[in-house]
């Protein structure tokens, strides 16, 4: 088989174009990459400054895991921890699933959550974002202080007009969380307890 | 062309979504609110004058067999450093518009304006017409984000228009709006291009009409004979 020259160029400019556009896009992933970074850990400290109970520590610097779950622990200026707070996944809203960071009081009751990504209907099932009224039924709730359904299915949450399957799942993956913390209560302090110590030796400042 | 041609040509007689109605995912997808349709179109805009500028560049020396993967591939590498910055330096509006940003490579107008423009045209021109063709794409995305979020939400950029006691209009917020939005767009748009037309040309158009009459007549007589 003969090789004619057009077909040579053809793949000599095809390859030079491919070489630019990986080296271009890896440049900037590489001055992207900490930006980037420091963007999402500003998000999530966003966030977890609204979930967490009153805090001294680096919620974020000092996270541990517990089964698999990433757990930011909130402790005072004693060190003692006051709050916990991790992302659950609601697999089950109403287009996509939902991420929920739940904040919770040390004796497994319920002290803020956020929801820090969906794609619910605008001006219907997001309504979760935006109705901080919504989020606040939560605060204070424990495994047994609520009937952990929407009114719907007989429990104790409101759902919106219209919208029933996003509330849903958010007090799904809500009572969810409890369910973790109450399962892996003594697992979860451990670890707390754990990280404790290579913590103090550390300078152990506000990195924010 | 001259450069206030080709700009009026790709900002409003060829515009990407009013002429052209290309880029329906994105027009559809993010026009929620005016916010969301800005800064798509700004997003577009950046992808634009570099694909056409890098296309308008290397015009000639890519063979023409393998022109369209070249121009993919230099679309996609743009998308991704426009993507990869909203990520970095606007976090939250990156979150919002999600994976409508990596879907404006396959946003079919910015492959016609590499194909049917840069390509054939030079750098200073083509940079013209992506401005042009970004601004207008940029306009219909605020026009139609503009429109869904006063009617749905009685909101404009977030600030309250018609107050709190404003009924929200869902349907202009869901999918279904977005084409009837649009649809009412696309009729004022036709008709006041036809009243412009009709006041520049009215004797072209008499001609024509005339000219229509005739070849009708014709068509009768040949169909009778």
Redo the contacts between chains.
């Keep these: 088989m003969k090789i004619d020259r ?1 077909q040579i ?2 793949v000599i ?2 390859f030079v ?2 070489v ?3 080296a ?2 890896g440049l ?2 590489i001055f ?1 990459r900490e ?2 970074a420091a ?2 850990r ?2 999530l400290h966003k966030a977890l400054q609204q979930v967490l109970p009153v805090h001294s520590n680096d919620a974020q610097a000092a996270k541990i895991t517990v089964n698999g779950t990433t757990i930011y622990p909130a402790k005072n200026s004693n060190d003692q921890l006051t709050g916990l707070a991790w992302e659950v996944t609601a697999p089950d809203g109403y287009s996509g699933s939902i991420r929920i960071l739940v904040g919770l009081r040390t004796d497994g009751s319920v002290h803020a959550i956020r929801i820090t ?1 969906h ?1 619910e ?4 099932g997001d309504g979760i974002v935006n109705n901080s009224a919504w989020l606040d039924n939560f605060v204070g709730q424990g495994l047994t202080s609520k009937t952990w359904k929407v009114q719907k299915d007989g429990g104790d949450f409101d759902q919106f007009t219209g919208a029933t399957i996003t509330p849903r799942a958010v007090v799904k993956a809500v009572k969810g969380a409890l369910e973790f913390f109450h399962d892996h209560h003594d697992a979860i302090l451990e670890r707390v307890m754990l990280a404790q110590t290579p913590d103090k030796t550390t300078t152990n400042g506000g990195q924010h | 062309m001259n450069k206030s041609e080709i700009f009026a040509d790709g900002f409003w007689h060829n515009n990407t979504v009013f002429a052209q109605l290309l880029g329906m995912c994105p027009l559809l997808g993010v026009t ?1 609110s005016a916010e969301n349709g800005f800064w798509m179109g700004a997003a577009t805009i950046l992808v634009l004058i570099g694909s056409n500028l890098v296309v308008s560049l ?1 015009r000639g ?3 023409k ?2 022109r369209i ?2 121009y993919i ?2 679309i ?2 743009f998308v ?2 426009v993507e ?2 909203m ?3 606007m ?2 509006m990156y ?1 919002v518009l ?1 994976l409508f940003i990596p879907l404006i490579v396959v946003n079919c107008a910015i492959l016609g304006r590499a194909e049917a423009f840069a390509s054939k045209n030079s750098v200073i021109d083509s940079l013209v017409d992506a401005l042009a063709i970004g601004t207008g794409f940029t306009f219909a995305l605020l026009l139609l984000g503009g429109v869904r979020e006063l009617l ?2 009685g909101e404009l950029f977030g600030f309250s228009v018609f107050g709190a006691s404003y009924p ?1 209009v ?1 349907m202009f ?2 999918p279904p709006g977005a084409f009837i939005a649009l649809g009412f767009i696309l009729a004022g748009i036709n008709i006041f291009n036809a009243q412009m037309q009709r006041r520049s040309d009215e004797r072209t158009r008499v001609a024509n009409a005339a000219l229509a009459a005739l070849a009708a007549e014709v068509a009768a007589v040949e169909v009778s004979s």
């Design positions: 057009d160029r053809m400019a095809l174009v491919a630019i556009a990986a271009v896009t900037t992933d992207t930006p980037i963007a999402q500003q998000a990504h794609r209907t605008p001006g219907l | 929620t290397v020396v890519i063979p067999n393998v993967p070249a591939t230099i996609a590498a991704t450093v990869m910055a990520n970095a330096w976090h939250e979150l999600g749905g939400q929200d869902l917020i869901l």
